[in-house]
């Protein structure tokens, strides 16, 4: 056997009786020239607790020599489940550095079917009312290249490659009463399927499917939030439905929902429906996690 460490899942030797099984997290030590990743969440240079990862999160790692394009199969480490522990992450089965350098590419949510690395099927759920199915939405990606074998683990930064909209539902001067604590929000006429290139982490709408309304997070007292594909609403259509109780809002708007940034929406309403106000605001680099 040569002396050139593989990136393969353990020894080849031993993969049938050993390296199929789970590592324990509790009680793992990084083997020398083991692969060991730090996953920064987006608009974080460090780690931090809050707005970050949560533990059992699981973020899919591919890792290609550097002169190699990334494929569905073949590459040096084929997306491997990488978990937090609350401390570190920890793949599912032990990789190690091979000679040279190489590219990383990551993404989260981890899947365990990927057919396509160039164009990688992506949903955003179409209820987000819970804060778990939100967070299931918001794709998130990283790379690094040029990376050679290191002790330490290598940071990846990662980035939002879906699009965030927040509607803020505000009084007018002429509103009565409080903000209805029980409004429902949706996002009308947008495309929830997404295809990825996992390579570069180009996000766009599949043109195959169809529109389907996206039931909003609330935040907070009049806030709501959603994540969504990125894509444009070109023509006038309805965009925000606002339900309280048995009582339809809909607002029809035009905009473009842009790849990595948050989109604000304020819906002013009205004690008269047929006065209720609609204003898209600009965009922000860095959504508000």
């Known amino acids: 056997m040569s002396m050139k460490r593989s990136l393969l899942i353990a020894a080849v030797a031993v993969a049938v009786c050993a390296c199929d099984k789970e590592i324990d997290v509790d009680a793992y030590i990084p083997e020398p ?29 591919y890792v290609t020599a550097s002169d190699k394009a990334l494929q569905l199969a073949g590459n040096e480490v084929n997306n491997e489940a ?40 992506f949903s955003v759920q179409t209820d987000q009312s819970n804060q778990s199915a939100y967070s299931q939405s918001d794709f998130l990606w990283a790379s690094k290249s040029g990376v050679t074998a290191s002790a330490e683990p290598v940071p990846m930064q990662f980035e939002h490659k879906m699009s965030k909209v927040v509607v803020n539902l505000l009084k007018s001067e002429g509103f009565e009463g409080d903000i209805p604590t029980d409004a429902e929000v949706y996002i009308m006429n947008t495309v929830p399927q997404a295809v990825v290139d996992l390579s570069t982490g180009d ?24 994540i969504v594909v990125p894509q444009s609403i070109i023509s006038r259509r309805p965009l925000v439905e606002v339900v309280v109780g048995s009582v339809s809002y809909l607002m029809e708007g035009k905009i473009s929902f842009r790849q990595g940034y948050q989109h604000t929406i304020n819906i002013t309403l009205n004690q008269s429906p047929d006065k209720i106000e609609i204003s898209i605001g600009g965009q922000i680099n860095s959504w508000d996690n």
């Open 203 to 226: 996000a766009a709408k599949d043109n195959f499917a169809a529109t389907e309304p996206i039931k909003c997070l609330k935040n907070g007292e009049g806030v709501y939030s959603a």
């Open 33 to 61: 020239g083991e692969i060991q990743l730090d996953m920064l969440y987006p608009g974080q240079d460090t780690r931090v607790t809050g707005n970050s990862f949560d533990v059992d999160d699981k973020i899919g790692v």
């Open 82 to 121: 990488f978990a937090f522990n609350g401390g570190s992450w920890t793949s599912s089965r032990r990789v190690y550095w091979n000679n040279g350098t190489h590219d990383i590419y990551a993404y989260y949510p981890y899947s365990e079917s990927v057919n396509d690395v160039a164009d990688y099927s």
